[in-house]
């Protein structure tokens, strides 16, 4: 297991979650995709576009879902990352067979999708979910 912590929460990344790491042809889970884009946050720590950018938990459009929940997840989870100031919102988006990135960049006003199966069929079911994320 390696383990990092930090200002903003800790890290557990354990073997099995590693080895997927390591495969080129591995499928990512849930773990390597959220524990994954807080190192990257940890990493530019001293970097100016960090202090602009909000990365979310792949697990805040099931908690939105549910409807007594959502808010309180958000609000426990995100809250150090002062989220409400920031210019852009990253949302790892969980699309059965594959990772999908929805960016918000609201001094743009524009939504972008990084879909790794580069699926434009896909992308007009995946609007109204990053639409769902931001607006909650």
Not at 4 to 26: C, E, H, M, N, V
Not at 72 to 90: C, K, P, T
Not at 112 to 117: G, K, V
Request: contains cysteine; charged residues 20%.
């Amino acid at each position: 297991a390696m383990t990092a912590s930090g200002p903003i929460r800790r890290l557990d990344f354990y073997t099995p979650s590693i080895a997927r790491l390591a495969k080129p042809d591995g499928w990512l889970n849930d773990t390597c995709v959220n524990d994954g884009a807080w190192l990257i946050y940890a990493y530019l720590a001293d970097s100016p576009s960090r202090d602009n950018c909000a990365i979310f938990s792949s697990f805040c459009l099931s908690k939105l879902q549910d409807h007594g929940d959502g808010e309180r997840f958000l609000w426990r989870s995100h809250r150090l990352q002062r989220y409400w100031e920031r210019d852009i919102w990253l949302f790892p988006i969980n699309c059965r067979y594959h990772w999908t990135l929805c960016i918000a960049a609201f001094k743009d006003g524009n939504i972008l999708l990084f879909d790794s199966f580069a699926d434009p069929d896909a992308w007009d079911d995946l609007i109204p979910v990053c639409l769902a994320l931001i607006l909650f």
